[in-house]
């Protein structure tokens, strides 16, 4: 697995400057990770962005079924979704021009890791938003 290495100040940058978070898999599921780290997300003044076809809304906002059909830009794309099912995922962010793909803790896969850095989107792999949030922001 190819490492994607970012200093902290890098990482800090990256989120500090960040205003809306599509992320692809939240679920309503309080109990899930994706929820939680959203809600967090939205607590510290994120715009969040649901991206999951089977939802109309989850924490107030209105779910998309894809990338695709997000009307407005995205500073990270924060994808909570089996490593094998995230190609079509990294596709439309490079189509839509989304500059930052966020693959949470053990989500991989080389060809859409691949396709990020070749299309120039800003990759970070196996780290969590909520906790790098945490770490340098708060």
Known sequence: MPSYAYSDEQLR???????????????ADE??????VASYLKAHGYRIIPVNPTL??????KAYPS???????????DVFRPGETI??????????????????LGIHNLEAENLAQTAGLTL???????????????
């Open 124 to 138: 970070i792999t196996d780290r969590c938003l909520m906790t790098e949030h945490r770490r340098l922001l708060s």
């Open 67 to 77: 990338l695709d059909d997000v009307p407005e830009p995205v500073d990270i794309v």
């Open 31 to 36: 109990r899930k990770a994706s929820y939680q």
């Open 56 to 61: 109309d809304s989850v924490l107030g906002e």
């Open 87 to 104: 190609l079509p995922i990294v596709q439309a962010a490079v189509r839509r021009k989304f500059p930052v793909l966020w693959l949470q």
């Open 13 to 27: 940058n990256l989120i500090a400057g960040a205003r809306t978070i599509a992320v692809v898999g939240l679920s």
